[in-house]
């Protein structure tokens, strides 16, 4: 799954996942719970993130074929997040040929910088799950501050200030688009347009996956 920070990845990918009975495998989940836990690795892609900046390809590449590599991941994963530059790509192509695999699809969530913008903005997260996401304009939770599903907290992450969303977006833009690119030339790419509802979206990407191969 490709898109820009807000293009709604993290929540498709957790809906499709779900659907097709695949592991969600999101690169930016993966470095909250390295930090989380305090390891070394969270430690240094945290002076990145806090930045808006991308964590250095190295450790990136070394996390998810880590996390490739478990026993969840053997009948294939959703990558939400990853690849997110060319050398990313790249590594992913060797290290699922040494597993025998490939990238089978890869969906473009297509949306225009000023709405990543406007959705970032106010965008709320739950404390118990990450895909309980809300969005104070266009879908607020039912009772301020608290998760619809599970009462939970709901916070703003660190990343989500304005200042940190624009160095997102100019640091992560330009890279995606060379990766959108890469996977174009391959004739893998589904690019979806990400302005629908959540439905409509979901709807547009079980089309794409189930359509015959080109
Ligand atoms: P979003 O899609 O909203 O930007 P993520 O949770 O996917 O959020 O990522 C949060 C941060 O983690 C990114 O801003 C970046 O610093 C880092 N990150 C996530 N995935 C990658 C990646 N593939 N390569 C480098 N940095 C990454």
């Known amino acids: 799954m490709v898109g820009g920070p807000g293009a709604g990845k ?10 097709l009975g695949l592991a969600h495998v999101a690169s930016g989940d993966l470095f909250r719970k390295h930090l989380r836990e305090g390891t070394s690795l969270g430690r240094q892609a945290a002076r990145y993130m806090d930045r ?33 530059t060319v ?16 990238v089978s699809a890869v969906f473009y969530l297509d949306v225009e910088r000023d709405e990543l913008v406007r959705r970032l903005s106010g965008r709320w997260l739950c404390r118990a799950n990450s895909a309980h996401m809300y969005q104070a304009q266009t879908h607020p939770p039912k009772v301020a501050g608290r998760c619809d599903y599970d009462g939970a907290e709901l916070y703003q992450r660190q990343d989500d200030k304005p200042e940190t969303i624009k160095a997102r977006l100019e640091k992560q833009l330009p890279p995606m688009f060379e990766v959108v690119d890469y996977y174009a030339d391959k004739d893998v790419l589904h690019t979806i347009d990400g302005d629908q509802p959540h439905a409509e979206v979901t709807d547009s990407l079980l089309r794409a996956i189930l359509a015959p191969a080109k």
């Open 52 to 84: 808006g900046a991308l964590v250095p390809d190295d450790l990136t590449i070394t996390m998810i074929e880590q996390r490739l590599g478990e026993a969840d991941a053997a009948e294939g994963v959703i990558l939400d997040g990853f690849p997110r």
């Open 87 to 102: 050398a990313q790509a790249q590594a992913l192509d060797a290290m699922l040929e040494r597993l025998g695999s490939r």
């Open 10 to 19: 993290g929540t498709q990918a957790a809906t499709l996942a779900e659907r």
